[in-house]
Nanobody
């Protein structure tokens, strides 16, 4: 199983980035996908999630600025990040989760660094 995240980089405050996470080795369409981030000295936090059916939810801190989407034909989940702030600086990770009756399967990508300068 591989989750390959890309799209991070350095951007000025107010700018935009689009993260991508390409998934292989599992049936992408049945996975719940999410993006998480970990800022320096802080715990990892959920940023945005999308179910296999396309329902989404967001952390309050990114609502109205970030959009999560998925393309099942490309086995890829995206995170469009607009109006970026220095507080958004973090390593961003994608996650694939499948919950069965007795077991939950969790897979993580390697992380991509987002740096927002003021």
């Amino acid at each position: 199983v591989q989750l390959q995240a890309s799209g991070g980089g350095l951007v000025q405050a107010g700018g935009s980035l689009r993260l991508s996470c390409s998934v292989s080795g599992i049936t992408f369409s049945v996975q719940a996908m999410s993006w998480h981030r970990q800022a320096p000295g802080k715990q990892r936090e959920l940023v945005a999630a999308i179910t296999s059916g396309g329902s989404t939810n967001y952390a309050d801190s990114v609502k109205g600025r970030f959009t999560i989407s998925r393309d099942n034909a490309k086995n890829t989940v995206y995170l469009q990040m607009n109006s970026l702030k220095p507080d958004d600086t973090a390593v961003c990770y994608c996650n694939a989760r499948r919950r069965l009756v007795t077991t939950t399967y969790d897979y993580w990508g390697q992380g991509t660094l987002v740096t927002v300068s003021s």
